[in-house]
């Protein structure tokens, strides 16, 4: 039935290539657009125009900005001394809501999978290397994922990094706020025990 109205079934098939979207979201989306005004349409088309072509990686992180280096790169008042190294800029978003990291970042844009081709010449490695060699740098804090991949690049990363003279350490292993110990698992309780510091 759809496929009898072209633009409407084109829309579709476009917002269901976004991850998470399925065929039956895809449609509701696209009936709520139909609904919208038509300014209300070229608002969401130039919001989307506008981020492809502005939006580009800074030249210096890697993370997403409109200028570059970005404003995390020319902010003076973090500590250039501390550099967090991420997998991806929304890895990088939710270091940042949560205030608690004041240095600067370097964003891998993925980590190492063997299995799915993805080796050191296809993260932004050699580049980070590069950034290293310079001084500045004093403390890197391997923020990637606590993933099978994430815990290689990390271990990876600490391999090259360490013989540089520069510290390296790793986000901590935890318990999340509000949990009951009954119900979290064995490992991440395990890491919790090992991961201990002074009270």
Request: glycine fraction near 8%; proline fraction near 5%.
């Amino acid at each position: 039935m759809l496929d009898s109205i072209p633009s409407l079934a084109r829309l579709i098939a476009e917002l269901s290539k976004f991850p998470g979207i399925g065929r039956k979201s895809a449609a509701r989306l696209a009936f709520f657009v139909l609904r919208q005004s038509t300014a209300e349409a070229e608002a969401l088309a130039g919001a989307i125009l506008d981020l492809k072509t502005r939006v580009r990686f800074c030249s210096t992180c890697f993370h997403i900005t409109e200028s570059d280096p970005c404003p995390l790169c020319t902010d003076p008042g973090r500590d250039e001394a501390i550099l967090c190294v991420v997998e991806d800029p929304q890895d990088l978003i939710a270091i940042e809501r949560s205030h608690s990291f004041r240095g600067r970042y370097h964003v891998l844009h993925g980590a190492l999978s063997p299995l799915d081709g993805i080796g050191p010449e296809n993260l932004k490695i050699t580049e980070l290397l590069t950034r290293l060699r310079d001084g500045k740098v004093h403390e890197v804090l391997v923020a990637t994922n606590f993933s099978v991949e994430g815990e290689a690049t990390a271990l990876y990363l600490a391999r090259l990094i360490r013989p540089l003279g520069i510290r390296v350490t790793r986000l901590a292993y935890g318990i999340p706020m509000g949990s009951d110990l009954e119900y979290i698992d064995e490992a991440t309780v395990n890491r919790a025990v090992e991961g201990r510091r002074d009270f």
